[in-house]
């Protein structure tokens, strides 16, 4: 992901663009007219009628580069001068349009919910927290991750990633006492208070009666969590083995993807390339010389 800033002031693209029209419009003013004889060499005048090669004898210039005057022809922009004219007009162009092409391109989301279960009944830990996050082409973010963590103290927790994949599915044969585990379901619902409470009966080396009460409520506040519908109402916590629980929801968050600026930079690209190949060619045409 990327989020796009203009960093750069914005007068910057116009004063470039202003800047590569002026000098196109002072070397229209300036260039020398060719005289009425023969064609010339367009960097020195030498005349180039006879001529066998590309390179100017007196200058040393390949003609394909400084062109041909022929009478009464003006003197003819270098290449090189032409294609940076063009790279620094066509580009600045790009920076003044883009702030109205930007606002077009799609925005990809991101966004988190969580919910804090703390002072279970039976003391066994401090709190459980629970944080879905997810992300889509939409404001209506669908949850496909879960990092499920159990806070015994200060100093001691254990988190179980959950990530939710409904093509894929990869049972979790037993757990251990590893600081961080992950599991994959096809869905949530999967997410059953048996599997929890062995998770937690692993971390907190119990198997009370209370502690199967609490895994049972945080699997199903879990569920409540990543629904696609946000704005559910959790249980209250006189209903839960819970004292406390603290529901926080963050915003969607757009941002602009590569993915979506990349096909308009490549446009972008290939048309400036195009032009680029233009100038290169047309000014590489050699007329064919003239015999006395």
Not at 13 to 29: E, R, S, Y
């Amino acid at each position: 992901m990327v989020r796009v800033a203009n960093d750069w002031p914005e007068f910057l693209p116009k004063l470039l663009f202003a800047a590569g029209v002026a000098i196109w419009i002072f070397w229209l003013i300036v260039r020398r007219k060719g005289g009425a004889g023969d064609p010339s060499c367009g960097a020195c005048g030498y005349l180039v009628i006879g001529l066998t090669t590309r390179i100017c004898p007196e200058c040393g210039n390949d003609l394909s580069d400084v062109g041909i005057r022929m009478p009464g022809e003006a003197r003819p922009m270098p290449r090189a001068l032409r294609a940076f004219l063009f790279t620094l007009v066509y580009w600045a162009l790009a920076a003044i349009i883009w702030p109205a092409i930007e606002p077009m391109l799609p925005r990809w989301y991101s966004g988190t919910t969580s919910l804090e279960m703390s002072y279970p009944r039976s003391d066994a830990f401090h709190s459980a927290i629970a944080v879905a996050s997810g992300s889509g082409w939409t404001e209506a973010v669908k949850f496909d991750h879960v990092d499920l963590t159990v806070v015994r103290s200060s100093t001691e927790a254990r988190t179980l990633e959950i990530d939710i994949r409904p093509d894929d599915s990869r049972k979790l044969v037993a757990f251990s006492d590893e600081d961080e585990q992950s599991i994959v379901l096809r869905d949530v619902r999967d997410l059953t208070p048996d599997l929890v409470f062995g998770w937690m009966a692993t971390f907190l080396k119990s198997d009370s009666s209370a502690l199967r009460d609490e895994a049972a409520s945080i699997s199903a506040e879990t569920i409540k969590l990543v629904s696609s519908d946000i704005q559910i109402q959790h249980t209250a916590p006189d209903h839960t083995p819970f004292r406390s629980l603290n529901f926080r929801q963050v915003a969607a968050i757009p941002m602009l993807p590569w993915r979506a600026i990349a096909p308009v930079a490549l446009v972008g690209f290939m048309l400036w390339l195009i032009g680029i190949v233009v100038i290169y060619v047309r000014s590489g045409h050699i007329r064919e010389t003239v015999h006395a």
